[in-house]
């Protein structure tokens, strides 16, 4: 099932979804964009999507699939 975001109804990726979940409600059913997210949180994006490939690489959260 596709979503968007609920603020600018961007397509949203599984890395927007997770990280939502990691950082704000692990129970959310509907979600913002790491954009949106980044500034609501006062963060640059690219700080949300280092800490997304942290968790891939490292394996140490189940909302993020390690990478091969």
Known sequence: MAH???RCE???TADDIAIFRKLICREADEYICMTCLSEDLG???KKLEDIADYYHRTGVCCLFPRYN
């Open 10 to 12: 961007e397509m949203l």
């Open 4 to 6: 968007e975001c609920i």
């Open 43 to 45: 963060i640059p994006r």
